[in-house]
């Protein structure tokens, strides 16, 4: 009867055939590890940075305060109002 992991003496592949697997397993994890090092890590971390960025813009910080009722209504258009003549229409579309 032929076996698929014969021994070297009857001329099958012996237990060397279970070799193959598990280099193509570490293959598999190094191209992964390859990718998510060079191709893939970008992209959380864009996602990351834009939403610290954001949360941390001086209008989203106002907008914050106004809404915890640290700031009334007229204190959060002076301020706003103050960081449009400043940065010119960027506070504005920040704020939109």
């Not at 279970?18 to 570490?26: D, E, G, R, S, Y």
């Not at 834009?50 to 007229?74: H, N």
């Amino acid at each position: 009867m032929n076996t698929l992991a014969q021994s070297w003496s009857d001329g099958g592949p012996g237990p060397w055939m279970l070799f193959f697997p598990l280099v193509w397993a570490l293959v598999v994890v190094g191209v992964v590890t390859l990718l998510r090092r060079t191709v893939w890590r970008g992209r959380g971390v864009a996602r990351q940075v834009g939403a610290a960025y954001t949360e941390k813009s001086p209008v989203a910080v106002l907008g914050r305060r106004f809404a915890a009722g640290e700031i009334d209504e007229e204190e959060y258009w002076q301020r706003v109002s103050v960081l449009e003549e400043h940065f010119g229409g960027a506070a504005k579309e920040r704020s939109s």
